[in-house]
T-cell receptor, first 115, second 111 residues
Framework: GAGVSQSPSNKVTEKGKDVELRCDPI?????LYWYRQSLGQGLEFLIY????????KSGLPSDRFSAERTGGSVSTLTIQRTQQEDSAVYLC?????????????FGDGTRLSIL | RKEVEQDPGPFNVPEGATVAFNCTYS??????FFWYRQDCRKEPKLLMS???SGNEDGRFTAQLNRASQYISLLIRDSKLSDSATYLC????????????FGKGTKLSVKP
């Protein structure tokens, strides 16, 4: 379909390893958002992109987290030196543009488990 | 204090029942309001936006009270397929659309 696509669906890795999560937004959507959902917790905003620019990185939990977006399309979220508390479902969403009234379309998420 | 608070439930109701969920938000600069639905181990999906005048979409009615910083969702004639977690979501003025989620209210509709 033409929805938001995330990969991998599941990722299991050892503590201390780096992981890279990928999000392919809906074609033509300029706004892209990353969230995470930990067990028993609500969704937590991480970072958003308007085009290739990330004006607001305030939600990233630590400097081990980074994200980039190239070509105004695909985005990658990288977690370095993973810790067990990084285990969560990482969700990506896109919308036609940024703005508080824009509905966001979510991908299926990447379920990350740190052993 | 959490920015968006919801009763976690679960709400267990029989088919055909009417059920109401409430949500409060702490930031008076909140600008836009939504209800999302999330099925078990699935992604959130937009159910409806919430407007100041209140709005209805079929069996679903959403209300907003800015003075009390309170949002509600009413589901009439519940169906088995309504079983899900309902997420109250707000955005803040100037936030560029970053969604602030409540933890959700779980609804289980029984035959």
């Amino acid at each position: 379909g033409a929805g938001v696509s995330q990969s991998p669906s599941n990722k299991v890795t050892e503590k201390g390893k780096d992981v890279e999560l990928r999000c392919d937004p809906i074609s033509g959507h300029t706004a892209l958002y990353w969230y995470r959902q930990s067990l028993g917790q609500g969704l937590e905003f991480l970072i958003y992109f308007q085009g290739n620019s990330a004006p607001d990185k305030s939600g990233l939990p630590s400097d081990r987290f980074s994200a980039e977006r190239t070509g105004g399309s695909v985005s990658t979220l990288t977690i370095q030196r993973t810790q067990q508390e990084d285990s969560a479902v990482y969700l990506c969403a896109s919308s036609p543009w940024t703005g508080n009234n824009q509905p966001q379309h979510f991908g299926d998420g990447t379920r990350l488990s740190i052993l | 204090r959490k920015e968006v608070e919801q009763d976690p439930g679960p709400f267990n109701v029989p088919e055909g029942a009417t059920v109401a969920f409430n949500c409060t938000y702490s930031n008076s600069a909140s600008q836009s309001f939504f209800w999302y639905r999330q099925d078990c181990r699935k992604e959130p999906k937009l159910l409806m936006s919430v407007y100041s005048s209140g709005n209805e979409d079929g069996r679903f009615t959403a209300q907003l009270n800015r003075a009390s910083q309170y949002i509600s969702l009413l589901i009439r004639d519940s169906k088995l397929s309504d079983s899900a977690t309902y997420l109250c979501v707000v955005t803040f003025r100037g936030s560029q659309g970053n969604l602030i989620f409540g933890k959700g209210t779980k609804l289980s509709v029984k035959p």
